[in-house]
C-alpha cells in the first residue's frame, strides 16, 4: 500500500468494479455556440481514465455555477471526451434518479458514463461546507454510493471546495486519488522538499490580493527565500514602498484588486518584515500614445501605463532565476498577449525553462503564456492545473478535496 497519506490507483486492483470518478472539466465554453473553447482540462485527466478502461466508470463534473452564461448541461462534455479518448462516453441526463441509476446498473465493465452536470442539482450547491453528516444523507450520496464499489476523486483543480461529489462519499466507500490528483500534490509538495540554496518564487499577472497571500504564508514558514514580482503584484509592491505610479496605473489595480487599500496595507508589511528578500522591477515598457516608450524607475512617468518589465529588472531576475534550487512561478511579467508587451514575460519564462531547478508553474494565465511560447512538461518539472486549488494549497488552506481522501484511507485503511 501507498506510503502517501490517501489511497492511489496502485493500492486496489479496480478490474470489473463500478467506479465514481469526480473530475473537473469546467472550461471556457462559447456562449453563442456552446463550443468547447480549451480543452486543457479534459486532456489532464486522460491518464486516469485510461488506467480505468476495465473498470465501470461513472463520471461527475460540474460546469460554471447557477446564473453565469456558461452554466450549461454536460452533453457537449460527454461528446468532447468521447471524441479525446476514441471511446464512447455516454450521456446521462441525470444526477441520482431512477433512470440514471438503471443506466449506471445496465452498464458492463469499460463503459463509460456522464452524469448531468452536479451544480444543476440543489444539494450539491446548498449544501457545499455543511459537515460530513449532512452530505452523507443527501440523495446524491444515498442513492449513488449502492451503485459504485469505490470514489476516485481526480478533480484537484476543485480541491480547495467542500461540495457534495467531492467529499460527500469519503466514508461511503474507499476514496482513491486519481493520477491526476496524486501528480499534483506529489509534485508540489517536492519543491517544498528541494534542499538547496535559494527556492524562489515569481509572482505576476493581475490577481494581486491571491498573490500578497501566497507570498505572505510561504515567506514566514521559509518555503521562500526570495521573491521576484511582475505585473500588477509588482505595481502593488512598488506603490506600497512609497512611489507614486499615478492614476492610470493605479486605476487598473483598483479594476482588478476590489479590497485594493488592505491589500496594499498587506504589502507594506511584508516589505517592512522581508524587504530584502522581495524584488520589484527596476525598469518599464509603457504605452506612449501608441508607442513602445522605455524608462527606469527613476524616470517614472506618471502619465504612462506599465505595461511590461524592462531589460535591467529581466537581467537581474535571470540571473538569480540561474542559481535557484527551486523555482513557483505564478503569473506573466506583463501584458503578454501584445506582441509589443511580450518580451518579459518570454525572457523571464524562457530563463525558467532552461534553469536546472526543479520548476512548479500554475495558473490560469501562466499556462496559456507557456502555452503560447511552446513550454511544455518537458522544460517545467510540474505544471498544475489548479488555479484556485494551487493558491489555496500553497496558502496552506483547508484542501477538502484532499482532507476527504486521508478521511478514507484511514477508515478503509486496513482493507
Do not use: C, W
Not at 462559447?30 to 486543457?40: C, M, S, V, Y
Not at 506600497?240 to 489595480?253: L, P, Q, S, T
Request: net charge negative.
Amino acid at each position: 500500500m501507498s506510503q502517501l497519506p490517501f489511497f492511489t490507483l496502485n493500492d486496489f486492483d479496480l478490474v470489473g468494479k463500478s467506479v465514481l470518478l469526480r473530475v473537473d472539466i469546467n472550461s471556457p465554453i462559447d456562449p453563442k455556440t456552446g463550443n468547447i473553447l480549451d480543452d486543457a482540462r479534459f486532456r489532464a485527466h486522460q491518464e486516469t481514465i485510461e488506467a480505468l478502461s476495465k473498470s465501470k466508470v461513472i463520471i461527475l463534473a460540474h460546469q460554471s455555477r447557477p446564473g453565469k452564461n456558461d452554466f450549461v448541461s454536460l452533453r457537449a462534455h460527454a461528446s468532447h471526451l468521447s471524441n479525446l479518448l476514441k471511446r464512447r462516453v455516454k450521456f446521462v441526463s441525470g444526477l441520482f434518479d431512477d433512470d440514471t441509476l438503471e443506466e449506471i446498473d445496465s452498464a458492463d465493465s469499460g463503459d463509460i458514463l456522464m452524469l448531468e452536470n452536479t451544480r444543476f442539482f440543489s444539494e450539491e450547491v446548498v449544501l457545499a461546507e455543511e459537515k460530513l453528516e449532512v452530505m452523507e444523507k443527501t440523495h446524491i450520496v444515498r442513492n449513488l454510493s449502492g451503485h459504485a464499489d469505490y470514489f476516485v476523486n481526480d478533480a484537484f483543480a476543485a480541491a480547495h471546495r467542500s461540495n457534495v461529489t467531492l467529499v460527500g462519499f469519503s466514508q461511503m466507500m474507499p476514496n482513491i486519488a486519481g493520477k491526476l490528483m496524486e501528480n499534483e500534490i506529489v509534485g508540489i509538495e517536492r519543491f517544498f522538499s528541494v534542499k538547496g540554496k535559494m527556492r524562489i518564487g515569481i509572482f505576476g499577472g493581475a490577481k494581486a490580493d491571491d498573490s500578497i497571500k501566497i507570498i505572505d504564508k510561504m515567506l514566514k514558514e521559509g518555503k521562500l527565500d526570495k521573491v521576484l514580482t511582475g505585473g500588477l503584484v509588482g505595481h502593488i509592491f512598488i506603490i506600497a514602498g512609497g512611489m507614486d505610479m499615478g492614476k492610470k496605473n493605479e486605476d487598473v489595480i483598483r479594476k482588478e484588486v476590489g479590497n485594493y487599500e488592505n491589500v496594499l496595507k498587506e504589502a507594506e508589511k511584508l516589505l517592512h518584515e522581508y524587504g530584502e528578500q522581495i524584488l520589484t522591477p527596476k525598469d518599464f515598457l509603457g504605452n506612449e500614445n501608441g508607442k513602445v516608450k522605455h524608462y527606469k524607475i527613476d524616470d517614472f512617468r506618471k502619465d504612462i501605463p506599465a505595461m511590461d518589465i524592462g531589460v535591467d529588472t529581466i537581467a537581474e531576475y535571470a540571473s538569480i532565476i540561474k542559481n535557484s534550487d527551486a523555482i513557483m512561478l505564478n503569473g506573466p511579467m506583463g501584458v503578454f498577449e501584445l506582441e509589443d508587451y511580450s518580451s518579459g514575460t518570454e525572457e523571464i519564462f524562457s530563463t525558467i525553462a532552461k534553469s536546472p531547478g526543479y520548476k512548479v508553474a500554475g495558473g490560469g494565465h501562466t499556462l496559456a503564456a507557456l502555452e503560447r511560447m511552446g513550454i511544455g512538461e518537458s522544460d517545467i518539472d510540474h505544471i498544475s492545473t489548479g488555479g484556485g486549488a494551487l493558491i489555496s494549497y500553497l496558502a496552506g488552506e483547508p484542501m477538502p478535496g484532499i482532507d476527504s481522501l486521508a478521511i478514507s484511507k484511514k477508515k478503509f485503511g486496513g482493507m
